[in-house]
T-cell receptor, first 115, second 115 residues
Framework: AQSVAQPEDQVNVAEGNPLTVKCTYSVSGNPYLFWYVQYPNRGLQFLLKYITGDNLVKGSYGFEAEFNKSQTSFHLKKPSALVSDSALYFCAVLILTGGGNKLTFGTGTQLKVEL | DAGVTQSPTHLIKTRGQQVTLRCSPKSGHDTVSWYQQALGQGPQFIFQYYEEEERQRGNFPDRFSGHQFPNYSSELNVNALLLGDSALYLC??????????????FGPGTRLTVT
């Protein structure tokens, strides 16, 4: 089965420090990978995607992600964290079939940025 | 440019009842997907509609059904509600026709509570 895994339930970082939220994938064929963020009682907001091309993908709000094929990883990064980045982050893989497509999500990582 | 909208925001139902949730996709999008997010978990794919037909279905019972209208809006119906159906129901829209887009954009969700 094609899936993504987020090994950390929670990540704590001080404001101004770099942050990394980890994601690994298990996909047959080319992986289509995504990061979404969810604030309390809200829907998911799209941050960035990797489809093909450069391994470093830049997204919204200063976030970026590095696609690493040899390590089957797609970690989310930000050079300098803000308190307002505190939220729930989901890694996802898009699975294409003849009929349609669907996102399969990881279990989520709660990011807490402290002053 | 209106994003994905969902109604109602919150809903409380009794076991055994039926519920209908509604979704309007982002302008220019023709595909609607529905996800269920139980508390503390990642979203789970229910089904996807394109050209008014169900194109792909996740591992959900037949109590979950849907519909897509000619204006691309969609409904999710759940019959014979169970306590376990309590969750945040998310609608996501994307473009499958001319100009396929990989990313899905999510609405704010409908919080369903079954008592």
């Amino acid at each position: 089965a094609q899936s993504v895994a987020q090994p950390e339930d929670q990540v704590n970082v001080a404001e101004g420090n770099p942050l990394t939220v980890k994601c690994t994938y298990s996909v047959s064929g080319n992986p289509y990978l995504f990061w979404y963020v969810q604030y309390p009682n809200r829907g998911l907001q799209f941050l960035l995607k990797y489809i093909t091309g450069d391994n470093l993908v830049k997204g919204s709000y200063g976030f970026e992600a590095e696609f690493n094929k040899s390590q089957t990883s797609f970690h989310l990064k930000k050079p300098s964290a803000l308190v307002s980045d505190s939220a729930l982050y989901f890694c996802a893989v898009l699975i294409l079939t003849g009929g349609g497509n669907k996102l399969t999500f990881g279990t989520g990582t709660q990011l807490k940025v402290e002053l | 440019d209106a994003g994905v909208t969902q109604s109602p925001t919150h809903l409380i139902k009794t076991r055994g009842q039926q519920v209908t949730l509604r979704c309007s996709p982002k302008s220019g999008h023709d595909t609607v997907s529905w996800y269920q997010q139980a508390l503390g978990q990642g979203p789970q794919f229910i089904f996807q509609y394109y050209e008014e037909e169900e194109r792909q279905r996740g591992n959900f019972p037949d109590r979950f059904s849907g519909h897509q209208f000619p204006n691309y809006s969609s409904e999710l119906n759940v019959n014979a509600l169970l306590l376990g159906d309590s969750a945040l129901y998310l609608c996501a829209s994307s473009m499958r026709g001319t100009g396929f887009s990989y990313e899905q954009y999510f609405g704010p969700g409908t919080r369903l509570t079954v008592t």
